[in-house]
Antibody, heavy 124, light 111 residues
């Protein structure tokens, strides 16, 4: 059964870079059938897609965050990572990683499964 | 780009049926599949409906999904409500310029 687990610092200072890693187990991140993505949820608010990556390294970012986001993949470790630069308090959120089943030709874009999420607080 | 609009909250009694709507602002709701996620407090979202009306294994058949082109909306219907259904529900879809769009979420209260 595929599982995803987020890891990284729970506290980041304003103006610094948030870095998280998602470790995939029970399946290969190099599968040609799937993408991998990051989603965040500020406390008490809704879900926001951050971006997604294919095992080859192709990336797709939310236009509202694109200037600050970098997503990368390490197939040898079965991991993918998120970097978000110049963070402010508005970036405080639970960050989730998830597998993205994306078939553009059929109009399907579906996150399943999700990691348990990790809370990142931006504060000095 | 398009938006998906959901009611902020809905409430219903145990045993009853509730429907949560998800309206697409532009473009046809039928042009891309809609997914629905359930998020219980303190937990990650899980899929209850994918591809408009398909249920993953393990999701009770009390959950059903549909789309209505006339209102350009998708709907999640939960019948025989149980207290365990109390959660936030999010719809999600896609278009060629944005791989992922989430609705704002609906808080379901079962009282």
């Amino acid at each position: 059964q595929l599982q995803l687990q987020e890891s990284g610092p729970g506290l980041v200072k304003p103006s610094e870079t948030l870095s998280l890693t998602c470790t995939v187990s029970g399946g290969s991140i190099s599968s040609s059938s799937y993408y991998w993505g990051w989603i965040r949820q500020p406390p008490g608010k809704g879900l926001e897609w951050i971006g997604s990556i294919y095992y080859s390294g192709s990336t797709y970012y939310n236009p509202s965050l694109k200037s600050r986001v970098t997503i990368s993949v390490d197939t040898s470790k079965n991991q993918f990572s998120l970097k978000l630069s110049s963070v402010t308090a508005a970036d405080t959120a639970v960050y989730y990683c998830a597998r993205l089943i994306w078939a553009a030709g059929t109009g399907l874009s579906w996150f399943d499964p999700w990691g348990q999420g990790t809370l990142v607080t931006v504060s000095s | 780009n398009f938006m998906l609009t959901q009611p902020h909250s809905v409430s219903e009694s145990p045993g009853k049926t509730v429907t949560i709507s998800c309206t697409r602002s532009s473009g046809s709701i039928a042009s891309n599949y809609v997914q629905w996620y359930q998020q219980r407090p303190g937990s990650a979202p899980t899929t209850v409906i994918y591809e408009d009306n398909q249920r993953p294994s393990g999701v009770p058949d009390r959950f059903s999904g549909s789309i209505d082109s006339s209102s350009n909306s998708a709907s999640l219907t939960i019948s025989g409500l149980k207290t365990e259904d109390e959660a936030d529900y999010y719809c999600q879809s896609y278009d060629s310029s944005n791989p992922v769009v989430f609705g704002g979420g609906t808080k379901l209260t079962v009282l």
